[in-house]
């Protein structure tokens, strides 16, 4: 099966920063990566899908790439909504999700 | 829009089954097209995909728990549910129920259920 894996897996940053969250796939998935956002007590929500399309309603700040192993999220100014938990998922061959990585004020 | 909803036991005795079940509102799954997932996410850990069920019942399952898992789904009340037998503390999790985008294959999950936390324990 295929193993992803989140760098880093915390991650202390400013209102404003630009934040770059690294995702790896053990074997290639294409482009078949999405990046989820997390808050407390809430269910994942869809950032991107396809490594680089953004879901309808999410703000343009967020931005994917990558292809074949490594995939990258970024945003590009932090909000104080973005301080949350993120994970990656690949679906090229069933489904398995990075780690994550806790985003936290710093 | 479609939304989901889990329910089900919050407790679950030692090496018996969890069972619990999704709701689906604003959409129909024999309408076809979408992968009917359940999900879980341990205390303060990640998210593990459990398995899947397509509208006619095809399913597929994580190899890790396949010899435990049964997912079925009754489109007459526009449900799907899942049966993991035999728990442990180890199945101790937040449950969600999903959607995917509905590509052809399966997708990313776009639609979430609100989760149900299940804990085993006698």
């Known amino acids: 099966d295929i193993q992803m894996t989140q760098s880093p897996s915390t991650l202390s940053a400013s209102v404003g920063d630009r934040v770059t969250i690294t995702c790896r796939a053990s074997q290639s998935i294409s482009s078949w990566l999405a990046w989820y956002q997390q808050k407390p007590g809430k269910a994942p929500k869809l950032l991107i899908y396809?490594?680089?399309s953004l879901e309808s309603g999410v703000p343009s700040r967020f931005s994917g790439s990558g292809s074949g192993t490594e995939f990258t999220l970024t945003i590009s100014s932090l909000q104080p909504d973005d301080f949350a938990t993120y994970y990656c998922?690949?679906?090229?061959?069933?489904?398995?999700f990075g780690q994550g990585t806790r985003l936290e004020i710093k | 829009q479609v939304q989901l909803q889990e329910s089900g036991p919050g407790l679950v005795k030692p090496s018996q089954t969890l069972s619990l079940t999704c709701t689906v509102s604003g959409g129909s799954i024999s309408s076809g097209g979408y992968y009917w997932s359940w999900i879980r996410q341990h205390p303060g850990k990640g998210l593990e995909w459990i398995g899947y069920i397509y509208y006619s019942g095809s399913t597929y399952y994580n190899p890790s728990l396949k010899s435990r898992v049964t997912i079925s789904v009754d489109t007459s009340k526009n449900q799907f549910s899942l049966k993991l037998s035999s728990v442990t503390a180890a199945d101790t999790a937040v449950y969600y129920c999903?959607?995917?985008?509905?590509?052809?294959?399966?997708?990313?999950?776009?639609?979430w259920g609100q989760g149900t936390m299940v804990t085993v324990s006698s």
């Open positions: 998922q690949q679906y090229n061959s069933f489904f398995t």
């Open positions: 396809k490594a680089s």
């Open positions: 999903a959607r995917d985008q509905g590509g052809g294959d399966p997708d990313a999950f776009d639609i």
